[in-house]
């Protein structure tokens, strides 16, 4: 059976899993992006997002590698994909990561404002869902035709998610940073009382990685 | 200059530093316990809570054990005192360690409900105090003549430190359970306003070690 994941999802120690105004300068929010350090140093890193032959091999690696195995299509909330709110002005945003995404597979955009597919080099094609969550986890696991599905983020799109109990496993990594303020991932969601338990932990120096699953999964 | 520390907190993956309901039973909440994991196993844990002389002498050793040096006072929250509220019934209830508690110096309790000083056994002396926190911290730091003052919790005393930016540093064990709900710990609390950063972190099997200390100290 097809399972939904989260994967390489960072939080601080104070449980933030984003920095507080996201703008073009700062698709991670201001400091988000200390909360990446584990990830930016990775060899798939380096690979998928900068089409680079260098970067570590040790621990980060490994989790952030798992995180695009036997993935078949993702999920992502309208913020990840970029900076602009409300109506699209126009077509010319194109999500942050240039002509060819990481992704090479179909993507599902979360939004409330309709616009047409859009079909990136190396195969990744974005999706504009306006139906909402339920609507993009059907489509999402129908493109995905057997393989798993990724939830992107970010923390408001997995909490939507976690409550519709639709997660089957979560991969999170702890940075030892501060952020003070933010979006708490887990902001009113009690994963103890959904049925999620810790499977695993593995620390590097950069991170404390996280396995959380549900029961019977 | 004396320090004013927190060590050994324990906190759940979803940030919480208790657990919900607590009890005579469940000192700690329910589930609160899981949270200590790291430390009932230690030499330190075993030889001041218990007065056993075995236990491990790992990672988490150091950092039990690191907790009670040069410590000359305590503050504690009326709840780590004991599960008694309101007003004093009678003066039965002597903390939830038995006579010998594992403090050995005087112990500040914040509470609204005066009562006599309670000396017991091996120099662990309680005192109640009525008039706050900054009241019981200048007489910990008086009490404790030049060695630093612990303040063991609960998160509601550390919060109500850290927003007076009482504290130097703050040692948090991240525990791989889910609390799913309870008392957050950082709720309100903006650690890198307040000045705080990450100085190290390292895990041992049962917990993530970090240390967190505030700018210039």
């Known amino acids: ?31 988000g992006s200390d909360l990446h350090q584990w990830f930016i140093g990775t060899r798939t890193f380096r690979r998928m ?19 695009f195995q036997n993935i078949g299509a993702w999920i992502l909330g309208r913020n990840m994909f970029g900076p602009v709110r409300g109506a699209w002005p126009d077509e010319s945003w194109k999500g942050w990561w240039g002509d060819e995404p990481p992704y090479h597979v179909p993507v599902f955009v979360l939004t409330h404002h309709a616009r047409p597919s859009l079909a990136m080099k190396g195969g990744t094609v974005f999706h504009f869902v306006t139906g909402g969550a339920d609507e ?3 489509r999402a696991r129908e493109a995905a035709a057997g393989k798993d599905v990724r939830i992107g983020g970010g923390p408001h799109t997995i909490r939507q998610y976690l409550q519709a109990k639709a997660i089957d496993e979560l991969h999170l990594a702890i940075s030892p940073v501060l952020l003070g303020a933010g979006e708490r991932l887990l902001e009113g969601v009690n ?25 019977g999964d």
């Open 191 to 215: 994963l103890r009382e959904l049925g999620y338990h810790c499977v695993r932990t593995a620390a590097s120096e950069k991170a404390t990685h996280v396995i959380l699953a549900k029961e």
């Open 1 to 31: 059976m097809a399972r939904v994941r989260v994967e390489s999802f960072s939080l601080s120690l104070d449980g933030f899993g984003a920095g507080v105004d996201q703008s073009l300068q700062n698709p991670l929010g201001v400091h």
């Open 136 to 138: 993009a986890l059907a």
């Open 49 to 67: 997002v900068l089409r680079q032959q260098d970067g570590s091999t040790g621990l980060d690696e490994e989790f952030a590698q798992r995180g």
